[in-house]
């Protein structure tokens, strides 16, 4: 069984930078698809991006393309997501999710792993 734990999440203000991790244990998880998700209050959790086992594929929200990065270290069983520009629309909490099938994809649905989530706030 995969456990995930996102960490990196915090406050900053617009314009600003965060990077998360998202750190596997339990087993490996360089054959998985991974991907972060995001929740905001009173709203669906919703897709911000995707990597591929390899991390030669990746697919982002339109809301975050050009401004978030997702990667991943399989060496070191973690998952990245740099966010640069940040915008307080990207408030939300965070969570990171791993797909056996080997794909990033979109759907929730392809994802049997997820992490407890951190907090990103973006003040205007």
């Known amino acids: 069984q995969v456990q995930l734990v996102e960490s990196g999440g915090g406050l900053v203000q617009a314009g600003g930078s965060l990077r998360l991790s998202c750190a596997a244990s339990?087993?490996?998880?360089?054959?998985?698809?991974m991907g972060w998700f995001r929740q905001a209050p009173g709203k669906e959790r919703e897709f911000v991006a995707a990597i591929s086992w390899s991390g030669g594929s990746t697919l982002y929200a339109d809301s975050v393309k050009g401004r978030f990065t997702i990667s991943r270290d399989n060496a070191k069983n973690t998952v990245y997501l740099q966010m640069n520009s940040l915008k307080p629309e990207d408030t939300a909490v965070f969570y990171c999710?791993?797909?056996?099938?080997?794909?990033?994809?979109?759907?929730?649905?392809?994802?049997?792993?997820w992490g407890q989530g951190t907090q990103v706030t973006v003040s205007s």
């Open positions: 999710a791993a797909n056996p099938a080997g794909w990033g994809t979109p759907s929730r649905g392809d994802y049997n792993a």
């Open positions: 339990g087993r490996t998880v360089s054959s998985y698809g």
